[in-house]
């Protein structure tokens, strides 16, 4: 181990690249580099002032969107809490007037093909769903086998029924016409 020679101790000392602090520097360029930090700062503060200023103009332009009272001090995580509330409404609402929307184009009614369609998220596969559904309808009713009531002879506009085949009947009105 050798001994560092006294003139390399100097040279270090003066060499500024080296972080030692030359003798010869006056005291002035600290104080100058110190004012000029002081300025930096005094400008960063002003713009984070600004910015925190328009971020709470935004936050009360959302609260008074939203309805929030201007007295309620509006927290930015309850703004988005109430936004993200009214997202998920907007999207639950969404989906239930596609639900609709597609039952109203196919013809679709019955309550569990609603439900159905309402588990179905993606609108394409809601629609060939929805084609299906429509397709097999009129398949899954059983026909009406009891007639429907019977009409009473006695009752209309004359009350006694037609004497002759239809053509004498057509006949007879188109004289009754011809002469009325």
């Known amino acids: 181990m050798s001994d560092p020679t006294p003139t390399d101790a100097p040279q270090s000392a003066a060499d500024p690249a080296a972080g030692g602090n030359p003798q010869s520097q006056p005291e002035t360029d600290w104080q100058a580099k110190f004012e000029a930090q002081q300025k930096v700062n005094r400008d960063l503060e002003t713009k984070f002032n600004g910015l925190r200023d328009s971020q709470q103009t935004q936050a009360q332009a959302i609260a008074q969107a939203l309805g929030i009272k201007p007295e309620d001090t509006p927290d930015v995580s309850v703004l988005a809490a109430t936004v993200a509330t009214l997202q998920d409404q907007f999207t639950q609402t969404q989906?239930?007037?596609?639900?609709?929307?597609?039952?109203?184009?196919?013809?679709?009614?019955?309550?569990?093909?609603?439900?159905?369609?309402?588990?179905?998220?993606?609108?394409?596969?809601?629609?060939?769903?929805?084609?299906?559904?429509?397709?097999?309808?009129?398949?899954?009713?059983?026909?009406?086998?009891?007639?429907?009531?019977?009409?009473?002879l006695t009752q209309g506009a004359t009350g006694t029924p037609a004497a002759g085949s239809p053509e004498q009947d057509f006949a007879s009105f188109l004289s009754r016409q011809m002469a009325g």
């Open 95 to 152: 989906l239930a007037n596609t639900v609709l929307t597609v039952a109203a184009e196919n013809g679709i009614t019955a309550a569990a093909d609603l439900e159905l369609l309402r588990s179905v998220k993606d609108e394409s596969t809601m629609r060939t769903i929805a084609a299906r559904i429509a397709a097999t309808n009129g398949t899954d009713t059983p026909p009406i086998t009891a007639p429907g009531p019977r009409p009473d």
